[in-house]
């Protein structure tokens, strides 16, 4: 794929020419990659700060597209980690006469001194930040590889939207197994019959397109929910498509497990209590048509983009790395981010956005 440079990659992002969080999360790596190897830094310290302000940019551009602060967090802890390991197996810093004391101590992070200059870091760090597109690459097929464990034989499974890791997940599933699937389309983007057409050209897959009006009445003959989602936050909620809130709520009704694929790259360490913290408000005239509107008084029409889906109505998360409970999400924060990293103006930032989406989204007829 060819590298863009930062100016190019930003205009973008604020024109969706590059939309959706694989595509964004992908590009935003390859950009942070290519300024790091073209750039000259002579110590973590430098290439840290300025990767910062960089991310900072690249979120103001897209606030809702989280994917682009958790992939600038997992790049800084990329370089805060090589550092660490190129600096402790530097010949001059290594005393063998208390190596096994060395291996008790504990190195408090904040006290880390990030400006010596370590020549084959830039090397290294451009390496690691490979090795994470590539695995990236690939992530849609290692979710996939799970599908056997969690789908079974002549199992009802209803989705909801259009997610490419979760018709991985059950394209997969169907090479062993011969299942049903229900697809809710979603309106008013209407993203389900995508998926749909997908699925039905598999044999071992009886599809089934329904309205999410449907919803609950099917919800009694389903064994498992499998859905997608755009965010999972710190607390294992999920900032998802609208009208999967419905879903899984009635899910919840009948006891029937909700499942949700994703990629690590979608694990955000912000936090959402509400439906209106993080979210985003398309145009009414997808379902009201601007001639009908004109007969309106006195209307506010909204259109919003997510659902925020709370922790405690998830059942599970299967990853890239395997299958985690909504619980287990903390960990996995601690793993692929540092708490230095969390780029503060994330929160106002999106916030100022949703607030100019409300205003920028109604219909108002007086």
């Keep these: 794929m060819d590298e863009i440079n930062l100016e190019t990659f930003i ?23 290519h300024y790091i190897s073209i750039s000259k830094w002579p110590n973590a310290k430098v290439i840290i700060d300025q990767i910062k302000s960089i991310g900072k940019r690249l979120i103001d551009a897209q606030p809702l597209e989280f994917c682009i602060g958790n992939i600038v967090r997992r790049v800084l802890f ?41 020549p084959t870091l830039k090397s290294q760090v451009i390496e690691a930040i490979g090795e994470l597109i590539e695995e990236m690459k690939g992530l849609h097929k290692n ?35 011969k299942f049903g699937v229900i697809v809710v389309e979603s309106a008013p983007s209407l993203e389900g019959r995508k998926t749909a057409l997908t699925l039905s050209k598999n044999p071992n897959i009886d599809v089934t397109l329904i ?9 009694s003959r ?4 499998i859905i997608g989602t755009h965010a999972v936050m710190a607390n294992g909620g999920l900032i998802a498509p609208s009208g999967t809130h419905s879903l899984v709520v009635a899910a919840k009704y009948h006891s029937v497990p909700i499942v949700v694929c994703t990629g690590l790259y979608k694990l955000c360490p912000l936090y959402a209590y509400d439906q209106d913290t993080f ?33 405690e109505l998830v059942s599970l998360f299967i990853t890239n790395n395997g299958g985690h409970n909504p619980s287990y999400i903390y960990r996995l924060l601690q793993e692929y981010y540092d708490p230095r990293d969390m780029l503060e103006d994330d929160d106002e930032d999106v916030n100022n956005n949703n607030n100019n989406n409300n205003n920028n989204s109604e219909i108002s007829q007086k």
């Design 222 to 225: 389903v064994n498992k929910v």
């Design 279 to 311: 979210n985003d408000f398309g145009s009414p005239g997808e379902y009201l048509k601007f001639q009908e509107a004109e007969y309106l008084v006195n209307v506010h029409s909204y259109n919003p983009s997510f659902d925020y889906i709370p922790p």
């Design 143 to 177: 979710v996939a590889e799970h599908a056997i464990e969690h789908i079974h034989s002549n199992e009802i499974i209803m989705t909801f939207g259009c997610s490419r890791t979760v018709e991985q997940f059950l394209v997969e599933a169907a090479r062993k197994r």
């Design 78 to 118: 990329i370089i805060r980690e090589e550092y660490i390991t190129l600096k402790r197996n530097l010949p001059n810093l290594i005393r063998l006469d208390s190596s096994k004391n060395n291996l008790l101590t504990y190195e408090d992070p904040d006290t880390i001194d990030y400006s010596s200059h370590i």
């Design 11 to 33: 205009l973008h992002l604020k024109r969706k020419v590059v939309a959706g969080s694989f595509h964004v999360s992908q590009k935003t790596a390859q950009v942070l990659r």
């Design 211 to 219: 309205p999410d009006s449907a919803i609950f009445a099917l919800m």
